[in-house]
């Protein structure tokens, strides 16, 4: 199976005052194509950084990280940024929807920066996948929290990511809420066959994937299911 | 204090820009005052004055220098002033040796150059003449010009005389000789349009003894004025302008006020936690009141300061755009008008800046726990009856009366809500084209249909100072130039007047040797009204100015048996070859309705001591602006042929025959020429002048109207912030974060910028109907000057206001 994302020595520093902080320590990683992934660690373990780097939101200290072949660590910001449109999807803990724009609208967004056709039919479809059809032309602000959610994952699957980076998807929601946005994403990651990477303390979310590591002191460990 | 945030700056520069404003305004118009109150008694350069059209009685001046009196005498009238190949019509001024007796003249040797003072005026033989003559005739120091039959040498630079009057330029330049050279000129003929005045100073018991004695001896129409008494007209001139100014500078505040009350919720909404934890510390509500008054009195006294400085700077523009139409040397400013200036400021920090801040008092210290917790819902009516408190102030103190201020208050509120509900409605169909595709214009779109509450705010400031300016820069020069293309090429721009019986066959010839048409020349008598209906007319009686001012001098009578297409009958009977010798008189529509006479009336008339009753039979519209020469009132021929009229005429002329005239007046002098092309040359200086003060006032409007669209940006940074972040990671680069921007406030300063011309396309139609009575057409560049003009200028003042939230590391801001 082909690699979808390589890390290789990655170290990730932030100077605090005189101090030097050490987040990530020496990070080697290599994710399979189609590989589900979670990375399970106490909070401030610096599991959301890594996941960061990883897509390319930011640039490592020192190391290099591929994403899809390409290295993220030789490319500026903006070439980062068009490596990701339609490449990599996200869904985040606290949804992260643009308030301004419509339900439909969201789901748009990745698309139209990708330069992706037929795009509003395959808004509209995501958003169907997700059951909120009747909800298109509703502001975040008019859904509620597992709502919101369910937009965030139509507007990660709908322009078909090679990868989703997922950061506690279901931390701000209710158990109810969770467990079905849980379901819904990992239906539609199997339909898809994407890259999964995970970022969760929730071990029973974790145990979902294929793989499981374990983020402590900036280094990582081949953790046991739950 | 720590270094002030970005709503903090925010409050000091609008603070700034209020008291700038306020302040400009308020240091010119004390030099103003300053120069005014200097030349106090000067007014008319002497202590008691009477005028006239005919000399004043040589025994009224006898008797006052029988009770110890100095006494002086002048004339004034217009004519063309010759030097060279060139010439230009200019106010004569013939004055004795006394003159002035009150105040004195100053003089320079090159025009602008350093002052001297001289008690009198040029000796016989020498003329002084103002600054815009030497630069008219292209003459210089020491140069012949020839006015009438008379060559004289200009020996000085004439910077100021004491009774010019008017405060603004009248509009021929003066040239000042003495009076024993008057007759020398040739040009005081019967019925010339000369004004006699005798001066008069002296002591108070003396003056008073005079008025009584003289009062029966002085003809209708002359009395005497005192200093006091002639101020009241200037006054009114510049107070009205000193008002109109104020209240212009006053739009700027008020836009600098919303702003400031923007900066300050924004302020307080940051504060909140920061007050919750003091408050769980131990603070009370009045320690953090009294903190934040302490702020606010810090950042006020800053801004204050700032603009104080500015305002320094922006009265000297106002001087510089202003100062040679104001014919008085200006002393340096004062410096109390800061007080006013700063008070001003004050009142629109408070009244909009402290009722956020205030409310931090309030905030409770369970915040600390529940972040959603803040200070009790504001009373939108509280707050907005503090600020519309602070405007009633603000309004009543520059307007000077009540009166006044509710007009304009109620206008803008008007003109507020008008532009707020085309800004709404705009903003509305804006949101229906975000449909399209493309993420930075779909994203663009979406933030003025989320923000559409700022977006109307930002619209109706940053749309109020570009309406005006628009109206100033673009209107303005639109309707003198459509007023002009309304003339026909063929209007006549040359008046000749003053043209003595025995002067008639030369005028003629001259015009038709060089092939220049054949003038029409009118007679005119000039005759004081004495009675209407058998009552003796008294000014007093009538309200409008104008009808007064006729009064006290003379009409000017025409008579003819055919009257021209740009007259139409409205009521009665045009009397034709049949009115021979009749008694009858016809007049103009709008005097006949300032002086409230009817068809039948009986008139009497005084001609040069001939008293004549006449009968107004016949009411007429005049087409004024045909340019012909025109009437208020016409009788019949033959009935005034021995009261001694002179004779006028209007031709158009080609440049070259313009220059050919100048043969005329050199063999005719007493004959005036009046060129219109360079009357209204000059009145388009004044008037250029004069709108570029006022358009320097509302820059300042617009400013502040863009201080309103930052601090309501500075308002949403944290969010677009976020956002740009989010757009980031979702693949979009910082081109497309451009974009959107360039989309949102692009779309924002077209709005802006069409909205400003189509209410100062809506305002030119109601101006071109109503005052200009020409048809104005939609003006392109109008259209073209407000979309790009705002798009411009608001992308600009956006890009400034949310400056580098498009470089933000998506990864930091996410977290």
């Known amino acids: 199976m082909s690699t979808m994302i390589r890390a290789e020595q990655v170290v990730q520093e932030v100077s605090s005052g005189q101090e030097i902080l050490t987040i990530l320590d020496q990070v080697d990683l290599k994710i399979s194509t189609g590989e589900t992934l979670a990375i399970v660690g106490a909070s401030g373990a610096g599991k959301s950084t890594l996941l960061g780097l990883l897509a390319g939101l930011d640039l490592p200290t020192r190391g290099r990280i591929w994403l899809d072949g390409q290295a993220l660590h030789d490319m500026s910001e903006d070439e980062r940024a068009r490596a990701r449109a339609g490449r990599v999807g996200f869904v985040f803990q606290s949804f992260q929807l643009l308030p301004a724009l419509t339900a439909l609208e969201n789901v748009l967004l990745p698309l139209e920066l990708a330069g992706i056709g037929d795009a509003q039919a395959r808004a509209r479809s995501a958003l169907d996948r997700v059951g909120l059809s009747p909800r298109l032309a509703h502001r975040p602000r008019q859904l509620s929290g597992g709502e919101q959610q369910r937009v965030a994952l139509a507007r990660a699957f709908a322009p078909q990511p090679a990868v989703l980076f997922a950061d506690e998807p279901t931390g701000n929601l209710d158990a109810d809420n969770g467990r079905k946005v849980a379901d819904l994403l990992f239906d539609m990651n199997a339909q898809s066959g994407t890259t999964l990477v995970l970022v969760t303390h929730d071990l029973g979310l974790a145990g979902r994937c294929g793989r499981q590591l374990s983020m402590q002191d900036g280094r990582l460990h081949e953790a046991m299911p739950a | ?815």
């Open chain 2, 1 to 815: 204090m720590r270094r002030p945030d970005g709503d903090q700056v925010l409050l000091i520069v609008a603070m700034a820009v209020a008291v700038a404003s306020a302040s400009a305004v308020a240091f010119f118009s004390a030099r103003i005052d300053a120069a005014m109150s200097r030349q106090a008694g000067e007014a008319i350069a002497a202590d008691l004055r009477t005028r006239d059209s005919q000399p004043i009685a040589q025994s009224v001046e006898q008797q006052a220098l029988d009770l110890g009196l100095d006494t002086a005498r002048t004339v004034t009238f217009p004519s063309v002033v010759i030097a060279g190949e060139r010439s230009a019509l200019a106010g004569i001024k013939a004055v004795t040796d006394g003159y002035p007796l009150r105040g004195e003249l100053r003089v320079a040797d090159k025009p602008f150059g350093a002052e001297r003072i001289q008690q009198h005026g040029p000796p016989a033989g020498e003329a002084w003449v103002d600054p815009r003559l030497f630069a008219e005739l292209g003459i210089a120091l020491r140069d012949e010009v020839q006015l009438g039959a008379l060559r004289v040498r200009v020996t000085q630079v004439l910077a100021y005389e004491p009774d010019r009057g008017g405060g603004f330029t009248t509009l021929a330049p003066r040239l000042l000789l003495h009076a024993d050279q008057l007759d020398a000129t040739e040009l005081l003929g019967p019925g010339s349009r000369a004004s006699f005045s005798l001066l008069v100073a002296g002591e108070v018991a003396a003056l008073d003894a005079l008025q009584t004695n003289t009062t029966s001896q002085l003809a209708a129409g002359q009395q005497w004025t005192s200093a006091e008494q002639a101020r009241p007209e200037l006054e009114d001139a510049l107070g009205r302008a000193r008002r109109f100014l104020g209240l212009a500078a006053l739009s700027a505040v008020l836009l600098a006020g919303v702003a400031m009350a923007l900066s300050a919720v924004q302020y307080a909404a940051r504060q909140r936690d920061a007050v919750a934890l003091r408050k769980t510390l131990g603070a009370t509500g009045a320690m953090i009141l009294r903190e934040e008054l302490r702020r606010l009195l810090v950042l006020g006294v800053s801004g204050g300061l700032l603009g104080l400085m500015f305002g320094y700077i922006g009265q000297w523009v106002l001087v510089r755009i202003l100062g040679d139409l104001v014919l008085m040397s200006l002393p340096a400013p004062p410096l109390w008008p800061a007080l006013p200036a700063l008070a001003t400021g004050a009142v629109a920090l408070v009244g909009f800046g402290l009722p956020p801040l205030a409310r931090l008092r309030r905030v409770p210290p369970m915040r600390v726990l529940q972040q959603t917790l803040g200070p009790p819902p504001a009373s939108v009516w509280g707050a907005g009856l503090v600020a519309a408190l602070a405007v009633g102030v603000l309004l009543v103190w520059q307007a000077g009366e009540a009166r006044l201020a509710l007009i304009v208050f109620a206008g803008a509120a008007l003109a507020l809500g008008a532009l707020a509900a085309a800004a709404a409605a705009l903003t509305w169909a804006v949101e229906r084209l975000r449909h399209r595709s493309g993420a930075a214009w779909r994203y663009g779109l979406a933030n003025i249909a989320r923000r559409r509450a700022d977006a109307i705010l930002q619209l109706v400031a940053v749309g109020t100072g570009m309406t005006v300016l628009l109206l100033l820069v673009v209107v303005r020069g639109d309707l003198l130039a459509t007023w002009r293309d309304s003339l026909p090429d063929d209007a006549p721009n040359v008046f000749l007047i003053n043209i003595q019986p025995d002067q008639r066959e030369t005028v003629r010839a001259f015009f038709a040797d060089r092939e220049l048409g054949e003038p029409v020349l009118h007679p005119m008598a000039r005759g004081r009204l004495l009675a209407v209906n058998g009552s003796a007319v008294d000014s007093e009686d009538y309200s409008d100015p104008d009808a007064q001012r006729r009064l006290e001098r003379e009409f000017n009578v025409s008579w003819t048996d055919a009257i021209g297409a740009d007259n139409e009958t409205i009521d009665g009977q045009w009397w034709g070859e049949a009115g021979h010798g009749q008694s009858w008189i016809s007049i103009e529509e709008s005097m006949i309705e300032s002086y409230g006479w009817a068809l039948g009336d009986e008139l009497r008339f005084d001609f040069a001591g001939q008293t004549v009753d006449l009968e107004v039979v016949h009411r007429r519209k005049v087409e004024w602006d045909s340019f012909s020469v025109n009437f208020f009132l016409l009788v019949p021929p033959a009935l005034l042929d021995d009261v001694g009229a002179t004779w006028l005429t209007s031709v158009h002329l080609p440049p070259a025959g313009k220059t050919e005239l100048l043969d005329l007046i050199r063999r005719e002098p007493n004959i005036t020429v009046f060129d219109v092309d360079a009357l209204m040359a000059q009145v388009r200086r004044v008037m250029d002048r004069v709108s570029l003060a006022v358009e320097a006032v509302f820059a300042l409007t617009l400013l502040a109207g863009l201080i309103v669209l930052v601090a309501a940006l500075q308002g949403t940074r944290q969010a677009r912030r976020h956002e740009a972040a989010l757009l980031r990671t979702l693949g979009a680069s910082r081109q497309v974060l451009r974009q959107s921007l360039f989309t949102e406030f692009g779309v924002l300063g077209c709005l802006s910028g069409l909205l400003a011309a189509g209410f100062a396309q809506v305002i030119a139609w109601v101006l071109a109907q109503a005052v200009f009575d020409i048809s104005y057409a939609a003006s392109p560049l109008l259209w073209l000057a407000g979309p790009v003009g705002g798009i411009v200028v608001m992308t600009l003042a956006a890009l400034a206001g949310i400056r580098g939230v498009a470089g933000q590391p998506p990864l930091a801001t996410l977290r």
